[in-house]
């Protein structure tokens, strides 16, 4: 079955830096555009990244356009998200997944991202 196992975060001050990882299993990984999402609390999650099964285009939402940079290595069946100049609203537990995944997918259990002022 699909398992997906998020790393990496933390506590970082405002305007540091993070790279979160997700190790990815139970399909064939090298087939799938991969997403990282966020959920801050009392919100719904929101897709935050994209990139295509070969790594060749990449897509951010607005908020994290210039500061995130989504990577993938199809050997080691990993999606990495490289974040930059953190800002408070991007506290959240991040979680990685197929891109266009609904609630429905199968989900890891992310990791914290909490960044201070």
């Known amino acids: 079955q699909v398992q997906l196992v998020e790393s990496g975060g933390g506590l970082v001050q405002s305007g540091g830096s993070l790279r979160l990882s997700c190790a990815a299993s139970?399909?064939?990984?090298?087939?799938?555009?991969m997403a990282w999402y966020r959920q801050a609390p009392g919100k719904e999650r929101e897709w935050v990244a994209a990139i295509r099964s070969t790594g060749g285009s990449t897509n951010y939402a607005d908020s994290v356009n210039g500061r995130f940079t989504i990577s993938r290595d199809n050997a080691k069946k990993t999606v990495y998200l490289q974040m930059n100049s953190l800002k408070p609203e991007d506290t959240a537990v991040y979680y990685c997944?197929?891109?266009?995944?609904?609630?429905?997918?199968?989900w890891g259990q992310g990791t914290q991202v909490n960044v201070s002022s």
């Open positions: 997944n197929k891109d266009g995944s609904t609630r429905f997918a199968s």
């Open positions: 139970g399909f064939t990984f090298s087939a799938y555009a």
